[in-house]
């Protein structure tokens, strides 16, 4: 089974970061009852002093190099991955798509009725190069912007209800799309480092709300230990 990371700069992450994505795979070694490959066509941290994903300084020393590929960027949200997605998984054959997206298109592109659009674009691009891929998908998680401006936060939680229905629509036997919940412990006082980015906390919780919402409902794995 091929997993692909998908989603924006908490996602790729920055130099020095552990990233949610090594806490996922910690859970799969530790969980997965069977092969498993991470796949994507990116590999890097976004370094900030050089404007572009092109560090390899993650943390933790025993994150494997195939382990690090995703399919994720520092401002990118589904407006910018809708069109990527099929060749990404055409080209890595992805089974299994976990994405986190939204808050960049909410916050600079897109309002939430046409970054709805753009999911359901996504979609349709992934099942053209997979007709039997599965997605879970994150709704947009705290945000310290969301705390402290009403009319985005309204944009935000509007946002998340046309997630729950696109995903409800869209849903198949064929190709199942499965919402996760927003870890009801997650705060950016804590989870963060900067109110939006994850700290150590804040990864673990990420990679909990995937991996519980994979044994969930289609029995992948276990429940995360946090």
């Known amino acids: 089974m091929r997993f692909l990371f998908?989603?924006?700069?908490m996602t790729i992450g920055c130099p020095g970061d552990f990233t949610w994505r090594y806490?996922?795979?910690?859970h799969l070694e530790a969980s997965f009852g069977g092969p498993?490959?991470?796949?994507?066509?990116r590999d890097a941290l976004y370094d900030p002093a050089a404007g572009a994903p092109v560090s390899h300084?993650?943390?933790a020393p025993d994150f494997p190099v195939a382990a690090r590929r995703h399919l994720a960027g520092w401002g990118e949200g589904w407006l910018h991955m809708a069109p990527l997605i099929g060749p990404a998984v055409a080209e890595s054959r992805a089974d299994v798509l976990l994405v986190s997206l939204g808050l960049i298109d909410l916050g600079f592109y897109t309002d939430a009725e046409q970054?709805?659009?753009n999911v359901r674009a996504f979609v349709e691009g992934a099942r053209a190069a997979n007709p039997r891929v599965r997605m879970v998908c994150l709704p947009v998680i705290p945000n310290v912007r969301a705390e402290t401006d009403a009319p985005?936060?309204?944009?935000?939680?509007?946002f998340n209800e046309l997630l729950a229905k696109a995903v409800a629509d869209l849903d198949s036997a064929a190709s199942p799309l499965l919402l996760a919940s927003v870890p009801a412990s997650y705060d950016i006082h804590r989870d963060t480092y900067d109110g939006t980015h994850p700290?150590?906390?804040g990864e673990h919780k990420l990679a909990a709300a995937f991996a519980d919402a994979l044994h969930g409902a289609w029995e992948l794995g276990t429940r995360y230990a946090l």
């Open 23 to 26: 806490r996922m795979w910690r």
């Open 115 to 117: 970054t709805a659009a």
């Open 36 to 41: 498993y490959e991470i796949v994507g066509p």
């Open 6 to 9: 998908v989603g924006d700069s």
């Open 199 to 201: 700290g150590v906390g």
């Open 57 to 59: 300084a993650y943390a």
């Open 152 to 158: 985005f936060a309204a944009e935000v939680n509007r």
